[in-house]
């Protein structure tokens, strides 16, 4: 028997199977009806832990609270009822009218509409087989079955929250050299802006600076263990707020007149004026004015030619370059 002889009698013999034992997919559900307890056991106390924060009209206040759960472990037994419905819309029927290989289907779609692709001859099969699986619908959803089991629970059964305890707040800024202690009274503990940088606390947790800038806090305990790890505070969801935004445009001018006043003791102020007009305020430059660049940065670093710290220097000067540059723009105002 040639091959495509062999391939039609297995498709013939498919689809007169398909069409007897029906084509209909069900979606079988469970459901709780009934549950019994079989044990209770004391299992374990835990403490949970919580921190917030949020700004005031003086400073940044922190609330903490923490919690001691007791558990227990519960047996029980569950019963469940088993139902059958069908499920017309999910492609779980292998149609094979659709290619030449078996592909799945929603129910409708291979029964009423794949038929077509072969002008209609297949409705020889999928008729029957809409007839088995509409006179076997009542008897399979009416079919339901049960089952139980046995499972184990671990449970909060008892919360008792700690009353003042005896922990701290570690707040820390790499970047300024910032790493302080302060102590919770209360539950909470209120830190001012007076002894923060209203700038970097502004735009901490922005992925536009460098992450030693950003201030991270964690809760110790009393020898220092960490109860909360460190975490970033997140500056940017306080972006809306006037008085914040106010103060750290104030602490940003502050450190910029400080930077500047640093500057103009390590560089010729001349020769920064000359840098920015080649460098942005990102350190770059065009590739034309390289050499005139190259003769601005000898010029500022000459100490340090040929050592390891030349490299260093050249950075300290680009910075001082876009300090200068923010400074003599803001002098320089326009009057009428």
Same mark, same amino acid.
């Given at each position: ?14 689809? #007169? ?20 307890? #079989?044990?209770?056991?004391? %299992? ?17 206040? $922190? ?23 069908? %499920? ?11 290619? %030449? ?32 699986? #509409? ?7 009416? $079919? ?37 202690? $302060? ?126 710290? $030349? ?26």
């Amino acid at each position: 028997m040639p091959i495509w002889n062999k391939i039609a009698a297995l498709l013939l013999v498919s689809c #007169l199977w398909t069409a007897l034992v029906g084509c209909l997919p069900y979606i079988k559900t469970s459901s709780l009806t009934s549950e019994k307890e #079989l044990t209770r056991i004391p %299992d374990q106390t835990k403490s949970e832990f919580l921190i917030d924060y949020r700004l005031t009209a003086n400073g940044l206040l $922190f609330n903490y609270s923490e919690t001691q759960v007791t558990y227990e472990k519960v047996k029980k037994e569950k019963e469940y009822s088993i139902s059958r419905s069908p %499920d017309t819309s999910s492609k779980k029927v292998s149609c094979v009218f659709t290619r %030449d290989t078996l592909e799945a289907e929603s129910y409708w779609n291979c029964m009423l509409f794949q038929p077509l692709r072969i002008m209609g001859l297949g409705y020889a099969f999928t008729i029957p087989a809409m007839l088995i699986d #509409l006179i076997s619908l009542p008897f399979v959803v009416a $079919f339901s079955g049960s089952k139980s089991e046995t499972t184990e629970e671990v449970i909060p059964t008892k919360k008792k929250e700690i009353q003042n305890p005896k922990v701290k707040l570690k707040l820390q800024n790499e970047g300024i050299k910032f790493d302080k202690t $302060f102590a919770f009274k209360d539950g909470t503990v209120e830190i001012p802006f007076s002894k923060l940088d209203a700038n970097l606390l502004w735009r901490s947790n922005d992925e536009t600076v460098s992450k030693i800038f950003h201030y991270y806090y964690s809760v110790v305990d009393s020898s220092g263990t960490e109860v909360i790890p460190m975490e970033v505070f997140n500056g940017l969801k306080f972006r809306d707020d006037k008085n914040f935004l106010a103060l750290a445009t104030k602490d940003f001018e502050k450190a910029k007149q400080t930077e500047y006043t640093k500057c103009s003791r390590k560089f010729s102020l001349d020769n920064i004026r000359d840098g920015y007009k080649y460098f942005e305020d990102s350190g770059l430059f065009l590739r034309e004015n390289e050499l005139v660049v190259q003769v601005i940065l000898n010029r500022a670093c000459y100490n340090y030619r040929g050592t390891d710290s $030349f490299d260093d220097c050249v950075d300290d000067f680009k910075s001082c370059v876009s300090t200068a540059r923010y400074i003599d723009n803001k002098n320089n105002q326009y009057r009428k």
